[in-house]
């Protein structure tokens, strides 16, 4: 129904910033809730954050709050996510997805993309 793609992942060095995005097809992202999480080696997947149809509202994970930043462009069927100051733990291979809800529950979520990965050197 719709399908997700990731992409800005890269290898930073700590205190750097970095822009994901999750771009859409196949359905309009406006009809769907979006969230970011991650999951680093040996761990499980955690919610990041979300964001609401409308764009209205934005949650975030306590270990990201004031770092991060959700955003969501529906004319372009694309979700972002900006990260400032980066640290070690946030590396992760950080995933994007799609739900009619705004839920922060991975298993909430029906669509997801490929994941790319995001490395912080100390």
């Known amino acids: 129904q719709v399908q997700l793609v990731e992409s800005g992942g890269g290898l930073v060095q700590a205190g750097d910033s970095l822009r994901l995005s999750c771009a859409a097809s196949?359905?309009?992202?406006?009809?769907?809730?979006v969230g970011w999480f991650r999951q680093a080696p040996g761990k499980e997947r955690e919610f990041v954050a979300v964001?609401?149809?409308?764009?209205?509202?934005?949650l975030y994970a306590d270990s990201v709050k004031g770092r991060f930043t959700m955003s969501r462009d529906n004319a372009k069927n694309t979700a972002y996510l900006q990260m400032r100051s980066l640290k070690p733990e946030d590396t992760a291979v950080y995933y994007c997805?799609?739900?009619?809800?705004?839920?922060?529950?991975?298993?909430?979520?029906?669509?997801w993309g490929q994941g790319t990965q995001v490395t912080v050197s100390s």
């Open positions: 196949g359905r309009a992202l406006s009809t769907y809730a």
């Open positions: 997805a799609a739900g009619g809800g705004a839920w922060t529950l991975a298993s909430m979520y029906g669509y």
């Open positions: 964001v609401t149809w409308s764009g209205d509202r934005t």
